[in-house]
């Protein structure tokens, strides 16, 4: 009787296998999981609707990318019909890479736009050495991509901030600027011709920089233009990404609380009457139980949403 034993070689490769199997269905969970979330924050927020012609604002972002990409998707399988528009706004920065937006959108045969507008120069010449060029640079763009969606007749502009930038922004509003003040994902634009969509909302930044790993997007790099990222929202970045690994739970029931408002329980007096207030004799179930101990949850981590 003759016992045959697996070589190295044999080994190696059934464990070869096995982690490609794993890893297309761990493919196929955060392909499911990203275009669930994003058809959950189109159908929340009512952000697409038949006929609508999207302008997808393409930066060579991860996040962009992957905007495009799903959007893509679910146009196949949307219950409504869209056109999608890539446009993407070239400020000429040195060292700007203006073939590789062009190319890829050519290779997949998406209907593009390249608007080419010297910002660089205006904002080097207005802003001062050392300061943040962010907020001229971004106003600017806003401008002009305005002005795109008017000529290109777009309907809404979708731009890729994720869940985690709606975080980041809620905290260094509350601890710079004494607002309670996030990143809607729909809103009218501030020239009062446009509605902006983010359909990323819901999206986790780690589920998209997986995907744009899996896909090989060509990335840009985002600081050619030589300016630092906001050091104050890199500090509020690292802080929530702390609290998600000690607190498991407590990012998903943060995001959750910006749709849990309720006016009455703060102090804007512009949100709620306090001043008019009185007692009425009549019992309300939304009134305050002023000498309760707040109820949270036992275990935090077991709240989902979606």
Known sequence: MSITTASSADIEQAAASAADV?????????????????????????????????????SGGKDSYALLDILLHMREHAPVNFD?????????????????????????????????QDTYSIVKRVVPEGKTTCGLCSRL?????????DELGATRIALGHHRDDILQTLFLNMFFGSKIKAMPPKLVSDDGKHVVIRPLAYCREDDLEAWAAHKRFPIIP??????????QRQNIKAMLQDWDKRFPGRIKNLFRSLGNVVPSHLMDHDLYDFRNIEATGIADPDGDTAFDAPEFPKEATAVEWL
């Open 22 to 58: 794993r890893a297309r269905l761990e493919t196929n969970k955060l392909a499911k999981r990203l275009r669930r979330d994003v058809g959950q924050a189109i159908g929340d927020f009512n952000m697409i609707g038949e006929g609508d012609k999207v302008m997808v604002c393409l």
């Open 84 to 116: 999608i528009v890539a446009v993407n706004l070239d400020q000429k920065q040195p060292g700007f890479p203006a073939e590789v937006l062009p190319n890829y959108l050519k290779s997949i045969g998406v209907p593009y736009h390249i608007e080419t």
């Open 141 to 149: 763009r806003r401008g002009i991509l305005y002005r795109v969606a």
């Open 222 to 231: 985002c600081n050619l233009c030589g300016s630092q990222e906001n050091l």
